[in-house]
């Protein structure tokens, strides 16, 4: 069972910055894929940004070139560095790992909220 860690919500101006991180339980080397989701209140949760263990990327739109994700292998944990976010960021974001075996697990998720 692979247990997640998230850190690093809270709350933010608009136009500002904030980074969430992921650690994971177990090595690296058995994760195919770490990311976060979002979801907003009374919205289906989305993809924010994924990133596979070769280094692969994957963003939705609405976050492309505001949005960063990384990882570092030494520790299994996930970053995702938030800039110039906005209103419509805010939302519950959640920690998502799939390993090679295509099963899936979840962080408790960690509250972003955007305002001023």
């Known amino acids: 069972q692979v247990q997640l860690v998230e850190s690093g919500g809270g709350l933010v101006q608009p136009g500002g910055s904030l980074r969430l991180s992921c650690a994971a339980s177990v090595s690296i080397f058995s994760i195919y894929a770490m990311g976060w989701y979002r979801q907003a209140p009374g919205k289906q949760r989305e993809l924010g940004a994924i990133i596979t263990t070769r280094g692969s990327t994957n963003y939705a739109a609405s976050v492309k070139g505001r949005f960063t994700i990384s990882r570092d292998n030494t520790k299994s944990t996930v970053y995702l560095q938030m800039n110039s976010v906005k209103p419509e960021d805010t939302a519950v974001y959640y920690c998502?790992?799939?390993?090679?075996?295509?099963?899936?697990?979840w962080g408790q998720g960690t509250q972003v909220t955007v305002s001023s």
């Open positions: 998502y790992v799939r390993d090679y075996s295509s099963r899936e697990y």
